[in-house]
């Protein structure tokens, strides 16, 4: 079952089980496309961040009738689990040192060295071609 019904766009697409069982089914990608194309379509920038490029669930091909962008990713859960605790562990190390005057510094210090700054939550996750996947299944 798809999570959303209308664009999020600040999110990845989610999605924990479908009617396709063990494939990203075509409706899917479909709701990639239009996901990115509602966060393209007000703004200025010629590109999207490729955050808008990803699938977040299980390690599976497309189904056969999917025709996936050679650019959709899929991350599992586990590695955005693995960012909360990265953030809630930093907030910890700006709890024990910062005072109210240096919290901003404070923050931006830390999350630099946890590797928390925009785009290197992103850069740093597992991310896997769903392309590849379906070669690999096919094969």
Partial sequence: MVTHTRPAPYWPHLRYTTSEGDRFAKRDLGQVRDRRQW???????????SCFSCLVG?????????????????VELAEFKAVAERLRASLADVCATAVPAT?????????KDWGLLWPDPY?????????DMRSRDTA
């Fill in 58 to 74: 299980p390690l599976v091909p497309a189904s056969a009738d999917a025709n996936p962008d050679p650019d959709i990713v899929t």
């Fill in 39 to 49: 966060v393209r379509a007000p703004s200025r920038s010629p590109t999207v961040f």
């Fill in 123 to 131: 850069d740093r996750l597992a991310t896997h071609l769903l392309r």
């Fill in 103 to 111: 919290v901003g510094q404070a923050v931006w210090d830390v999350f």
